[in-house]
């Protein structure tokens, strides 16, 4: 489908437009059009820049200058003015409103997505615990490779947003989850037959570029269909698919590559995606279940429907762009670039989720060296030590969903405004700020002590409990504050944070060399430590520093 436009004009020549007052009849025209003449109706920018007003994203005010009457009357003036498409009166019961779905179908499409985006997380760090096996068989020692060949597919999550983000916003969501996933399994594929290490690298990279589109689409998804009180519960439970991957992957890994060998790693997890049980999980329930959610394209289709139905090219979308496709796209290619450098708030935030997110990738690539070579664990255990961390994520995810939301509905109750800043209270900021550079500490004296392997599991999962309440509580602060561009904000994020993921832990066994596994944890701890403080001054100012001048752009 092509991108929200502006229809194309049926008649060569048009009469001059009049412009006649509402009708108080009874009688409405049909449901989901206004009248609106174009020399009151200026329409600029992309379908994107459609300002809604919060918490009701998708139920504005009726647009003024509505035209009562029959519809005869309204097919007279057809070649007068424009027909605009809008939902259904009352707006909030328009069942093609995304927002407006029953429970049960919203829940549905979250978790669809939350289980398809298992998947990619899961492959991301599956080589890990297989990296010794693979670099003896394709005759490498490179110690960059070592780390490389399981970040560089975090590499393909910063590149990917900056294409995908985007076009989801013009294009539609459904359309990219069912394309990427279609071209994830089969990157994935061709890593399991890659015969060198060039070949490895960049198929590891064109699955983490596809995969990532489940990741960085699906907080846009929520926002279209949630409204904001109950955002932070469901954000927190698609959360589940893409945190239990990381953890999950190098499990099986470690198991299959030390039965079958590590192309067994990628080839049974290209099987487990066509099998009767997994296929339905990653392209026919997204085939089958996901529906079309974002506004824009949602009453786009309207209108070409009603278009075609009536034969009158003048419906359209009151979210339509009168710009051309082209410079539509390249508005919206750029625009995760621009709001990571020119909104502040994104700026700073991206920067801290990148950073922790580096360093849980340098663990990630590091573990097994830490657990074969200080406490002699096989390559199937190494797998186990990602446990840990996984459950103290899940604790972290329950935390977070429990106080996000919680904050929210109590705000009202007080007589309080809601505001995206209300994603960070202290009870969320604080443990999550403090906890991971604690979990690093603990980690990293107890492996160079050589304590019992327990104590720096319980690290790891200090440190999985406190990176999920920075990572839950700034994705739902940016989405409910860049709501109407959630998807790109969210791509600003994944592009940070995935060039951090990729590059961090390329230098992550020469730093564990040079100063031990102690100092080099506390070094890293440190540097956590330095933007603790973040997520407490924008929960506490942020919303002056969005009202500041300087934050104000066009996107």
Same mark, same amino acid.
């Given at each position: 489908?092509?991108?929200?436009?502006?229809?194309?004009?049926?008649?060569?020549?048009?009469?001059?437009?009049?412009?006649?007052?509402?009708?108080?009849?009874?009688?409405?025209?049909?449901?989901?059009?206004?009248?609106?003449?174009?020399?009151?109706?200026?329409?600029?920018?992309?379908?994107?820049?459609?300002?809604?007003?919060?918490?009701?994203?998708?139920?504005?005010?009726?647009?003024?200058?509505?035209?009562?009457?029959?519809?005869?009357?309204?097919?007279?003036?057809?070649?007068?003015?424009?027909?605009?498409?809008?939902?259904?009166?009352?707006?909030?019961?328009?069942?093609?409103?995304?927002?407006?779905?029953?429970?049960?179908?919203?829940?549905?499409?979250?978790?669809?997505?939350?289980?398809?985006?298992?998947?990619?997380?899961?492959?991301?760090?599956?080589?890990?615990?297989?990296?010794?096996?693979?670099?003896?068989?394709?005759?490498?020692?490179?110690?960059?490779?070592? &780390?490389?060949?399981?970040?560089?597919?975090?590499?393909?999550?910063?590149?990917?947003?900056?294409?995908?983000?985007?076009?989801?916003?013009?294009?539609?969501?459904?359309?990219?989850?069912?394309?990427?996933?279609?071209?994830?399994?089969?990157?994935?594929?061709?890593?399991?037959?890659?015969?060198?290490?060039?070949?490895?690298?960049?198929?590891?990279?064109?699955?983490?570029?596809?995969?990532?589109?489940?990741?960085?689409?699906?907080?846009? &998804?929520?926002?279209?269909?949630?409204?904001?009180?109950?955002?932070?519960?469901?954000?927190?439970?698609?959360?589940?698919?893409?945190?239990?991957?990381?953890?999950?992957?190098?499990?099986?890994?470690?198991?299959?590559?030390?039965?079958?060998?590590?192309?067994?790693?990628?080839?049974? &997890?290209?099987?487990?995606?066509?099998?009767?049980?997994?296929?339905?999980?990653?392209?026919?329930?997204?085939?089958?279940?996901?529906?079309?959610?974002?506004?824009?394209?949602?009453?786009?289709?309207?209108?070409?429907?009603?278009?075609?139905?009536?034969?009158?090219?003048?419906?359209?979308?009151?979210?339509?762009?009168?710009?051309?496709?082209?410079?539509?796209?390249?508005?919206?290619?750029?625009?995760?670039?621009?709001?990571?450098?020119?909104?502040?708030?994104?700026?700073?935030?991206?920067?801290?989720?990148?950073?922790?997110?580096?360093?849980?990738?340098?663990?990630?690539?590091?573990?097994?060296?830490?657990?074969?070579?200080?406490?002699?664990?096989?390559?199937?255990?190494?797998?186990?030590?990602?446990?840990?961390?996984?459950?103290?994520?899940?604790?972290?995810?329950?935390?977070?969903?429990?106080?996000?939301?919680?904050?929210?509905?109590?705000?009202?109750?007080?007589?309080?405004?809601?505001?995206?800043?209300?994603?960070?209270?202290?009870?969320?900021?604080?443990?999550?700020?403090?906890?991971?550079?604690?979990?690093?500490?603990?980690?990293?004296?107890?492996?160079?002590?050589?304590?019992?392997?327990?104590?720096?599991?319980?690290?790891?999962?200090?440190?999985?409990?406190?990176?999920?309440?920075?990572?839950?509580?700034?994705?739902?602060?940016?989405?409910?504050?860049?709501?109407?561009?959630?998807?790109?904000?969210?791509?600003?994020?994944?592009?940070?944070?995935?060039?951090?993921?990729?590059?961090?832990?390329?230098?992550?066994?020469?730093?564990?060399?040079?100063?031990?596994?102690?100092?080099?944890?506390?070094?890293?701890?440190?540097?956590?430590?330095?933007?603790?403080?973040?997520?407490?001054?924008?929960?506490?100012?942020?919303?002056?520093?969005?009202?500041?001048?300087?934050?104000?752009?066009?996107?």
């Amino acid at each position: 489908m092509p991108p929200p436009t502006g229809p194309k004009r049926c008649f060569e020549k048009h009469t001059p437009e009049v412009f006649q007052p509402p009708d108080s009849s009874p009688e409405n025209l049909e449901a989901g059009f206004t009248i609106e003449p174009k020399d009151q109706k200026e329409k600029a920018g992309d379908a994107t820049e459609e300002k809604f007003e919060e918490p009701s994203a998708n139920h504005p005010s009726p647009p003024s200058h509505t035209t009562r009457g029959s519809h005869s009357e309204t097919i007279e003036q057809d070649d007068r003015s424009e027909l605009v498409v809008w939902w259904d009166e009352p707006y909030d019961q328009d069942p093609e409103n995304p927002m407006n779905w029953p429970s049960k179908r919203k829940w549905v499409n979250i978790i669809t997505i939350s289980v398809t985006g298992f998947l990619v997380p899961l492959v991301s760090s599956l080589p890990a615990p297989g990296v010794e096996l693979i670099m003896d068989d394709l005759h490498t020692n490179s110690t960059k490779f070592a &780390t490389f060949v399981v970040s560089i597919f975090v590499l393909g999550f910063a590149c990917g947003p900056l294409i995908l983000a985007p076009m989801s916003e013009l294009y539609g969501r459904v359309v990219i989850y069912n394309i990427t996933n279609v071209l994830f399994l089969c990157f994935n594929v061709l890593c399991a037959v890659s015969q060198n290490t060039s070949m490895l690298l960049a198929f590891r990279f064109l699955s983490g570029f596809a995969g990532v589109a489940t990741i960085t689409i699906g907080p846009g &998804t929520i926002a279209d269909i949630m409204p904001r009180e109950k955002r932070g519960k469901a954000i927190s439970v698609w959360s589940i698919g893409t945190i239990l991957g990381p953890m999950i992957g190098p499990i099986i890994g470690g198991y299959v590559a030390e039965v079958a060998g590590w192309r067994w790693m990628f080839g049974v &997890t290209s099987i487990a995606c066509t099998d009767d049980v997994q296929i339905a999980v990653v392209t026919i329930l997204t085939f089958l279940i996901l529906t079309e959610t974002y506004p824009a394209v949602v009453l786009e289709r309207k209108a070409a429907r009603l278009r075609k139905e009536t034969g009158n090219c003048n419906y359209r979308s009151k979210l339509a762009s009168d710009l051309d496709p082209a410079v539509l796209f390249k508005r919206s290619i750029i625009r995760p670039v621009k709001m990571l450098v020119c909104c502040p708030i994104v700026t700073v935030m991206c920067t801290y989720v990148a950073i922790l997110y580096g360093i849980l990738y340098l663990l990630f690539t590091t573990y097994s060296f830490v657990f074969r070579d200080v406490y002699g664990f096989s390559t199937s255990a190494t797998g186990l030590v990602f446990l840990a961390g996984g459950l103290g994520t899940l604790l972290g995810l329950f935390y977070v969903g429990s106080f996000s939301d919680r904050t929210l509905k109590n705000r009202p109750i007080a007589g309080q405004t809601v505001t995206p800043e209300d994603r960070l209270p202290a009870i969320i900021a604080l443990p999550g700020s403090l906890a991971f550079p604690v979990g690093l500490i603990i980690y990293g004296w107890s492996a160079e002590k050589h304590v019992h392997w327990i104590v720096p599991q319980i690290g790891t999962a200090i440190t999985g409990f406190g990176s999920i309440l920075i990572f839950v509580g700034i994705q739902t602060y940016l989405v409910d504050a860049f709501v109407e561009y959630a998807a790109s904000v969210i791509g600003a994020n994944a592009l940070l944070r995935g060039t951090a993921g990729a590059f961090i832990p390329l230098g992550g066994l020469n730093l564990y060399v040079a100063l031990g596994w102690g100092w080099g944890n506390t070094l890293l701890a440190f540097v956590a430590l330095l933007f603790a403080p973040m997520p407490w001054i924008f929960g506490t100012y942020g919303s002056r520093i969005r009202a500041w001048r300087g934050s104000q752009i066009k996107l």
